[in-house]
């Protein structure tokens, strides 16, 4: 059983950076995949980032590409996301997800295995 962990939500005025993490539970990912999403009330869940644990390749969606960066810490067994020039259209819960057993990362949330809590991300104007 695989245990996300996200934190580092809160709130954060236009403009301003936040980072998050996401805690993986005493494993090794050396062929597995991790992403971002997030949902805003009424929304669907949307693809943010995404990544490879091992083989470097890294996605972004369009809304968020060249303000956020996905990147991970192998020794902490922790993926991050750095989030600078927040928006107000930002705002939503952000979830970490893993997917076992595959050398490229998803877009399409149902491809992914396990997922954290969540961690509420607020922007105001």
């Known amino acids: 059983q695989v245990q996300l962990v996200e934190s580092g939500g809160g709130l954060v005025q236009a403009g301003g950076s936040l980072g998050l993490s996401c805690a993986v539970s005493?494993?090794?990912?050396?062929?597995?995949?991790m992403g971002w999403f997030r949902q805003a009330p009424g929304k669907e869940r949307e693809f943010v980032a995404g990544?490879?644990?091992?083989?470097?390749?890294?996605g972004y969606a369009d809304a968020v590409k060249g303000r956020f960066t996905i990147s991970r810490d192998n020794a902490k067994n922790t993926v991050l996301l750095q989030m600078n020039s927040l928006k107000p259209e930002d705002t939503a819960v952000y979830y970490c997800?893993?997917?076992?057993?595959?050398?490229?990362?998803?877009?399409?949330?149902?491809?992914?295995?396990?997922w954290g809590q969540g961690t509420q991300v607020t922007v105001s104007s």
């Open positions: 990544m490879t644990w091992s083989g470097g390749n890294t």
């Open positions: 005493g494993r090794t990912f050396n062929r597995s995949a």
């Open positions: 997800a893993a997917a076992l057993s595959t050398y490229t990362y998803y877009r399409n949330w149902r491809a992914y295995d396990y």
